[in-house]
């Protein structure tokens, strides 16, 4: 399983959790317009079934049910006049709500909740 940050993206994460010894805890939940969508939380540690990547120091946690639908996405970090914050870009996806924050992947989606 692959998970990749840019240099700008896992900058932005470790000052979440620096002076403290946690992590980051990558998923992929139910919701969102498209069906899926990600969700990032800061965690102390690791569950026991957890995937457990490393980038520049950052503890990365993904659950297994999360892992495929996560495997070789890229996490960017963007900054623009109307709009900053991560950016996922996965190659699992194949839709995407107009707003970027939700996915579908193939048949295995759940049904989405339209945008409000």
Do not use: H, W
């Not at 939380?41 to 639908?69: H, T, V």
């Not at 924050?101 to 409000?116: E, W």
Request: glycine fraction near 10%; charged fraction near 20%; proline fraction near 5%.
């Amino acid at each position: 399983m692959t998970l990749s940050l840019t240099e700008k993206a896992a900058s932005q994460l470790t000052k979440f959790v620096e002076d403290s010894n946690q992590g980051i805890r990558i998923s992929v939940v139910d919701g969102g317009c498209s069906g899926y969508q990600y969700s990032l939380n800061i965690a102390k540690a690791p569950k026991a079934d957890d995937l457990l990547l490393e980038k520049d120091n950052l503890q990365i946690f993904i659950d297994p049910k999360s892992a495929p639908l996560l495997d070789g996405v890229v996490v960017d970090y963007i900054e623009g006049l109307t709009e900053s914050g991560l950016k996922f870009i996965n190659p699992n996806a194949t839709e995407t709500c107009s707003c970027g924050k939700s996915f579908q992947a193939g048949g295995c989606t759940p049904t989405g909740v339209p945008c409000s």
